[in-house]
C-alpha cells in the first residue's frame, strides 16, 4: 500500500509538473505579444488580436480540463447521461476539428462499418471531450 501511495504521489508531481509547462507556455507567448504591441514593434491588426485570442482560449481550455481533473479526483464530476448515438458524436467533433488537421497538412478520416445507429447511455458532452483529447493528440 505504501509503494502505491508513492506511486500516486509521483504521478501528482509529475502531472502538477506538465500542467505548469501547459499553462506556461500560452502565457509566455501572450506576454512576449503584448509587449511587441505595447512596443510598437507589432502594429495592432486584426491577426494580432486573433493570436492573442487563440490564445486566451487555450489558457481557458487548459484551466477547465484542469477544473475537470480535480472534480473526477474529488468525485464531484456530474454526468448527463441520455441515450445517444457515439459515432454520430464523433463526427460532428472530426467535422470540427477538420480545419485544425487541414492547416497543419493532415488527412483523417471515419471509416464507419456499423450497420446503423449506434445508442448508449452516456454523457455527449464528456464523449465529446474524449474524442476531441484522442483526435488531438
Do not use: C
Not at 6 to 25: C, F
Not at 73 to 87: C, N
Request: charged share 25%.
Amino acid at each position: 500500500m505504501a509503494a502505491a501511495l508513492e506511486q500516486s504521489e509521483q504521478a501528482r508531481r509529475r502531472w502538477i509538473a506538465d500542467i505548469s509547462h501547459e499553462l506556461r507556455t500560452p502565457l509566455a507567448v501572450l506576454r512576449s505579444e503584448l509587449e511587441a504591441l505595447q512596443d510598437g514593434t507589432r502594429p495592432l491588426t486584426r491577426e494580432a488580436v486573433d493570436s492573442l485570442f487563440g490564445n486566451v482560449m487555450r489558457l481557458n481550455r487548459l484551466t477547465e480540463d484542469l477544473y475537470q481533473l480535480v472534480l473526477s479526483d474529488q468525485g464531484a464530476l456530474t454526468y448527463r447521461k441520455t441515450l445517444t448515438d457515439p459515432v454520430a458524436t464523433l463526427k460532428e467533433d472530426l467535422a470540427a476539428l477538420m480545419p485544425i488537421f487541414n492547416s497543419k497538412q493532415l488527412s483523417v478520416r471515419l471509416i464507419d462499418n456499423t450497420p446503423g445507429p449506434v445508442n448508449l447511455y452516456a454523457d455527449t458532452d464528456r464523449l465529446s471531450q474524449l474524442f476531441r483529447n484522442l483526435l488531438k493528440n
